[in-house]
């Protein structure tokens, strides 16, 4: 050993029972390991055993060898975990070498130490343990020991990662471990928070308006000057007057109605809807065309057409379109000459594919325009907006006194708004303002532990009451009609339900329990989110799929927006309730843990509208029934690129099209919006005299293949 030791960094000393290990250290580098025994002298303890360790085994030494290292030694360190007499006992030994210099205490890695390592820690490095503390490598290890412990051992990835921050964030090793038992510890679950901001904007004030005087009346007893957002719009042409020439009735170019199209993008609560109503009020109210508001969902149609009905009932007539199934729970139908129209974007499609006579449109309300990037809903959208605006133009070129429509799109998330303004001929108005801040947090639980966890958080934020005197409530979003029950089973307060599959009374009566606060909580699914308009202070994540598809960022932050409005609450709160390495389909890509981290630090994504055959051809298909010849026309304005030469030539292959004529077969397919592969499969299907719900069952089964 004694070419070993002719230098000799660090020996460092840790109490085992009734002997001390001995840690011998050169260069940062371990050279041995030794158990030292002391014992009672005259002179006071002295070194009474002396063993090399090498695996299990020890190898016995002279005690003065130790004496020896010790005075080749530059230091001496003495672990705070061993127990005071122990290390008064060293001190003393050291002492009477004349050693006691080099000596110091110094805090230590208990694992480390017992396992033979020499780890100092300081106050910055240390994570607490129980009553002890221990280095980060040793923390790591013991946090994925405690969390295999727990049931909780596929913890893996970005959720390991997140806690594994936390932990050495907070330096208590502990309080991560509490997370994936549902103890809520806000310091931790806390992401970030999205600040309220202002932009200076000068307010327009209402009676400064060329409104007509119904409409105006109306907006003035309701508030003086309008809203950031709705002066933007005003100071940007939404309400401007525009007289179409002779020459351009004559020249046959497409006319301008009153008023700039606009896209509006601003966030939830900040007013925008006020827009697409003014401009689409005033003109019914001037006679220059109805108004159509049209959302991608009944749920939301149905709300819309009653705030109409409340709002401008006795001023204009009001009606709903939905769908081909035409659906009217509350016994309204559907009147096409209505001076507004509210509907799904489906239902006024259905409408233009069957022929039906939409009359003089003046003002088309596009809300949550975000949609054109879905995949399943995009494309009609998009064509949609096409077969739409070629009505509306044919029918204004073929007269002199009507003007065509005006077109205002609505959309709290747009991650690409100058190209979307520009790809829809319209003037941008962006307000980036969030009339509250939103504090926003992350928790890891697995499914029944949601439960309990969202509970905890629907009873506190119940049971507290905001400066503006509201009772905090909350909105909890989940994957499925199913879950949505059972959540809201289990809930110790007031809790309902909220989903497409209720009837239309019962939604109304849901709606109306929040809104006067005797709910504390509604769980809906995350497709009714977009618009639904509850007026919460609390939004709880208990899953971030639609059905077995992830949400997007655009679909994540509508739906975090529901957070917090600016009469009713001071701030909003966000929840993302994550199981770690969960997901909900095999045909999902990554695991919950890692699209939570994805959609809390993502960007927004672009919203344009993207083709494959199958929508290119089910879209060209529409726009041959509605505009004949004019169908490429249609095609080359619509925002996505469709291939039209290939969509025609298939649906000449499929026998659709007879020339720019739908064929009978085509108008069934087009009419009941259905892919090709969708249609052949009922064909088939009914050629082989199959029953109806085997003809049902085989769409599913191969949607569910695509």
Same mark, same amino acid.
């Given at each position: 050993?004694?070419?070993?030791?002719?230098?000799?960094?660090?020996?460092?000393?840790?109490?085992?029972?009734?002997?001390?290990?001995?840690?011998?250290?050169?260069?940062?580098?371990?050279?041995?390991?030794?158990?030292?025994?002391?014992?009672?002298?005259?002179?006071?303890?002295?070194?009474?055993?002396?063993?090399?360790?090498?695996?299990?085994?020890?190898?016995?030494?002279?005690?003065?060898?130790?004496?020896?290292?010790?005075?080749?030694?530059?230091?001496?360190?003495?672990?705070?975990?061993?127990?005071?007499?122990?290390?008064?006992?060293?001190?003393?030994?050291?002492?009477?070498?004349?050693?006691?210099?080099?000596?110091?205490?110094?805090?230590?890695?208990?694992?480390?130490?017992?396992?033979?390592?020499?780890?100092?820690?300081?106050?910055?490095?240390?994570?607490?343990?129980?009553?002890?503390?221990?280095?980060?490598?040793?923390?790591?290890?013991?946090?994925?020991?405690?969390?295999?412990?727990?049931?909780?051992?596929?913890?893996?990835?970005?959720?390991?990662?997140?806690?594994?921050?936390?932990?050495?964030?907070?330096?208590?090793?502990?309080?991560?471990?509490?997370?994936?038992?549902?103890?809520?510890?806000?310091?931790?679950?806390?992401?970030?928070?999205?600040?309220?901001?202002?932009?200076?904007?000068?307010?327009?004030?209402?009676?400064?308006?060329?409104?007509?005087?119904?409409?105006?009346?109306?907006?003035?007893?309701?508030?003086?000057?309008?809203?950031?957002?709705?002066?933007?719009?005003?100071?940007?042409?939404?309400?401007?007057?525009?007289?179409?020439?002779?020459?351009?009735?004559?020249?046959?170019?497409?006319?301008?109605?009153?008023?700039?199209?606009?896209?509006?993008?601003?966030?939830?609560?900040?007013?925008?809807?006020? #827009? /697409?109503?003014?401009? $689409? =009020? &005033?003109?019914? !109210?001037?006679?220059?065309?109805? @108004?159509?508001?049209?959302?991608?969902? *009944?749920?939301?149609?149905?709300?819309?057409?009653?705030?109409?009905?409340?709002?401008?009932?006795?001023?204009?007539?009001?009606?709903?379109?939905?769908?081909?199934?035409?659906?009217?729970?509350?016994?309204?139908?559907?009147?096409?000459?209505?001076?507004?129209? #509210? /509907?799904?974007?489906? $239902? =006024? &499609?259905?409408? !233009?594919?069957?022929?039906?006579? @939409?009359?003089?449109?003046?003002?088309? *309300?596009?809300?949550?325009?975000?949609?054109?990037?879905?995949?399943?809903?995009?494309?009609?959208?998009?064509?949609?907006?096409?077969?739409?605006?070629?009505?509306?133009?044919?029918?204004?070129?073929?007269?002199?006194?009507?003007?065509?429509?005006?077109?205002?799109?609505?959309?709290?998330?747009?991650?690409?708004?100058?190209?979307?303004?520009?790809?829809?001929?319209?003037?941008?108005?962006?307000?980036?303002?969030?009339?509250?801040?939103?504090?926003?947090?992350?928790?890891?639980?697995?499914?029944?532990?949601?439960?309990?966890?969202?509970?905890?958080?629907?009873?506190?934020?119940?049971?507290?009451?905001?400066?503006?005197?509201?009772?905090?409530?909350?909105?909890?979003?989940?994957?499925?009609?199913?879950?949505?029950?059972?959540?809201?089973?289990?809930?110790?307060?007031?809790?309902?339900?909220?989903?497409?599959?209720?009837?239309?009374?019962?939604?109304?009566?849901?709606?109306?329990?929040?809104?006067?606060?005797?709910?504390?909580?509604?769980?809906?699914?995350?497709?009714?989110?977009?618009?639904?308009?509850?007026?919460?202070?609390?939004?709880?994540?208990?899953?971030?799929?639609?059905?077995?598809?992830?949400?997007?960022?655009?679909?994540?932050?509508?739906?975090?927006?529901?957070?917090?409005?600016?009469?009713?609450?001071?701030?909003?709160?966000?929840?993302?309730?994550?199981?770690?390495?969960?997901?909900?389909?095999?045909?999902?890509?990554?695991?919950?843990?890692?699209?939570?981290?994805?959609?809390?630090?993502?960007?927004?994504?672009?919203?344009?509208?993207?083709?494959?055959?199958?929508?290119?051809?089910?879209?060209?298909?529409?726009?041959?029934?509605?505009?004949?010849?004019?169908?490429?026309?249609?095609?080359?304005?619509?925002?996505?690129?469709?291939?039209?030469?290939?969509?025609?030539?298939?649906?000449?292959?499929?026998?659709?099209?007879?020339?720019?004529?739908?064929?009978?077969?085509?108008?069934?397919?087009?009419?009941?919006?259905?892919?090709?592969?969708?249609?052949?499969?009922?064909?088939?299907?009914?050629?082989?005299?199959?029953?109806?719900?085997?003809?049902?069952?085989?769409?599913?089964?191969?949607?569910?293949?695509?």
């Amino acid at each position: 050993m004694s070419k070993q030791v002719q230098r000799v960094e660090t020996i460092f000393c840790h109490e085992t029972g009734d002997d001390y290990l001995i840690v011998v250290q050169r260069d940062g580098e371990r050279l041995f390991r030794a158990k030292l025994g002391l014992s009672e002298t005259s002179a006071g303890p002295r070194p009474a055993k002396f063993r090399l360790k090498q695996g299990s085994s020890e190898e016995p030494r002279q005690p003065d060898e130790f004496v020896e290292l010790a005075r080749r030694s530059e230091r001496i360190r003495i672990s705070e975990q061993t127990s005071p007499e122990g290390r008064e006992e060293l001190t003393e030994m050291l002492s009477g070498y004349q050693l006691e210099e080099k000596a110091k205490a110094v805090r230590t890695c208990r694992y480390c130490a017992s396992a033979g390592r020499y780890s100092p820690i300081t106050t910055e490095t240390a994570v607490k343990d129980d009553r002890d503390w221990i280095c980060r490598d040793c923390a790591r290890q013991e946090l994925e020991r405690q969390l295999s412990y727990s049931g909780a051992g596929g913890v893996t990835g970005a959720a390991k990662d997140r806690l594994e921050e936390l932990m050495l964030e907070v330096q208590d090793l502990q309080r991560i471990v509490n997370l994936l038992e549902g103890r809520l510890d806000p310091d931790l679950t806390k992401f970030d928070t999205i600040s309220a901001t202002t932009d200076e904007v000068d307010p327009v004030r209402v009676d400064s308006l060329d409104l007509h005087p119904d409409l105006q009346g109306l907006l003035e007893d309701r508030f003086e000057t309008l809203l950031p957002v709705q002066s933007l719009s005003v100071e940007n042409g939404l309400v401007d007057s525009a007289e179409r020439s002779s020459a351009d009735h004559a020249s046959g170019r497409s006319p301008r109605a009153d008023g700039e199209d606009q896209l509006v993008v601003s966030a939830t609560a900040t007013g925008k809807t006020l #827009v /697409g109503e003014m401009a $689409g =009020i &005033d003109r019914v !109210l001037k006679g220059k065309g109805k @108004m159509l508001f049209l959302v991608p969902l *009944v749920a939301l149609a149905n709300q819309k057409y009653e705030d109409f009905q409340d709002e401008y009932g006795h001023l204009v007539d009001v009606t709903i379109r939905v769908g081909a199934s035409r659906i009217n729970d509350d016994g309204n139908r559907f009147d096409p000459n209505a001076d507004v129209i #509210v /509907g799904t974007y489906e $239902g =006024i &499609d259905h409408a !233009l594919r069957t022929g039906k006579e @939409m009359g003089d449109v003046g003002t088309v *309300v596009i809300d949550e325009v975000h949609t054109l990037k879905e995949d399943e809903r995009g494309h009609r959208l998009d064509g949609l907006i096409s077969r739409l605006k070629h009505v509306t133009e044919q029918r204004a070129t073929r007269r002199d006194d009507y003007q065509g429509a005006q077109w205002i799109y609505l959309s709290a998330t747009v991650g690409n708004p100058e190209q979307l303004a520009k790809a829809l001929e319209s003037t941008l108005i962006e307000f980036e303002e969030r009339p509250v801040p939103i504090e926003r947090h992350v928790t890891f639980a697995d499914g029944q532990e949601k439960v309990r966890v969202a509970n905890k958080l629907v009873k506190r934020e119940f049971d507290t009451e905001s400066s503006k005197g509201y009772r905090g409530q909350t909105i909890i979003f989940t994957n499925s009609r199913r879950r949505c029950h059972e959540i809201s089973r289990k809930l110790e307060y007031s809790a309902a339900p909220y989903h497409a599959g209720l009837d239309y009374k019962r939604r109304k009566s849901v709606e109306r329990q929040f809104g006067e606060q005797e709910l504390a909580a509604v769980v809906t699914t995350a497709a009714l989110a977009a618009g639904v308009d509850f007026p919460a202070s609390q939004v709880v994540f208990d899953s971030l799929a639609m059905g077995i598809e992830w949400l997007s960022v655009q679909e994540f932050s509508q739906m975090l927006g529901r957070a917090g409005r600016p009469d009713y609450h001071d701030e909003g709160t966000v929840y993302v309730l994550v199981e770690p390495d969960c997901s909900y389909h095999n045909s999902m890509e990554g695991t919950e843990d890692e699209i939570a981290f994805t959609l809390l630090k993502g960007e927004m994504e672009s919203v344009m509208t993207h083709y494959d055959e199958g929508s290119a051809v089910e879209e060209t298909l529409a726009n041959v029934a509605v505009g004949g010849k004019s169908a490429k026309a249609l095609n080359d304005r619509m925002l996505g690129e469709v291939p039209t030469k290939h969509a025609i030539a298939k649906l000449l292959q499929y026998e659709f099209i007879d020339g720019f004529e739908p064929t009978p077969l085509g108008r069934v397919v087009t009419e009941h919006f259905l892919e090709p592969g969708e249609a052949f499969t009922l064909i088939d299907g009914i050629r082989k005299d199959a029953h109806p719900y085997d003809l049902v069952a085989d769409i599913e089964l191969r949607d569910a293949d695509l």
